[in-house]
């Protein structure tokens, strides 16, 4: 079945320390992978989205996500934290519907993200 | 990029009762979806709408309860029929603009308390 995982429901780190956040997909054809970021009291975002090419992909506010097809993951990483990236990170699927051949996207858990000063 | 408005922003609801929420969008849009996100939790994926056809909903929600419109590219509606508590959370629209798998842009979301 198509599922995405992130493991890290809780993750802290301090401001200015590098993070990473995981994602583990399971989809049997080419995955159509996305972050989202979602801060208190407002809207989902996307952060950056893989579709082909380049395994690595730079998206906005200094986020990169590596897509590693042998591990199924796609994680997201950025070097240095600042304190407004504290907010919670989801990371979706695009999966076809084989009944219908029409298309959703799963999300997974999502990982909240708290940066200490 | 697309503007996405959604009405109301939040309601208290009687048991029972029903609501109607709507979502417009600034301009025509290929996609448009339902999620349901309660407190501190995931977004689930409650249907698709379909611009001139009946909606696809997700294992887990039926059309008596969850009933949708989508009259033309720019707008749908989200009732939620005959409430209980545990319906009490976020709704979320959301709308793709291409044809096949692409960034979704949502909306604000309607905040939901049933008592």
């Known amino acids: 079945a198509q599922s995405v995982t992130q493991p890290d429901i809780h993750i802290t780190v301090s401001e200015g320390a590098s993070l990473e956040l995981r994602c583990n997909y399971s989809?049997?054809?080419?995955?159509?992978l996305f972050w989202y970021v979602q801060s208190p009291g407002q809207g989902l975002q996307l952060l950056l989205k893989?579709?082909?090419?380049?395994?690595l992909v730079q998206g906005i506010k200094g986020f990169e996500a590596e897509f590693k097809r042998s591990q199924s993951s796609f994680n997201l990483r950025k070097p240095s934290v600042h304190w407004s990236d504290a907010a919670e990170y989801f990371c979706?699927?695009?999966?076809?519907?084989?009944?219908?051949?029409?298309?959703?996207?799963?999300f997974g858990t999502g990982t909240r993200l708290k940066v200490l000063a | 990029s697309a503007v996405i408005s959604q009405k109301p922003s939040r309601d208290i609801c009687q048991r029972g009762t029903s609501l109607t929420i709507q979502c417009q969008v600034d301009?025509?849009?290929?996609?448009m979806f339902w999620y349901r996100q309660q407190p501190g939790q995931s977004l689930t994926l409650i249907a698709t709408a379909n611009q001139g056809s009946e909606a696809t909903y997700e294992s887990g929600f039926v059309i008596d309860k969850f009933p949708i419109s989508r009259p033309n590219l720019t707008f749908s509606t989200l009732t939620v029929s005959n409430m209980s508590p545990e319906d009490s959370s976020i709704y979320l629209c959301?709308?793709?603009?291409?044809?096949?798998?692409?960034?979704?842009?949502f909306g604000p979301g309607t905040r939901l308390t049933v008592l």
């Open positions: 301009s025509q849009v290929t996609m």
């Open positions: 959301s709308v793709v603009r291409g044809t096949g798998f692409d960034t979704q842009y």
């Open positions: 893989y579709f082909s090419g380049d395994t």
């Open positions: 979706a699927v695009g999966a076809m519907r084989t009944t219908s051949g029409t298309y959703k996207y799963i």
């Open positions: 989809y049997g054809a080419t995955p159509y």
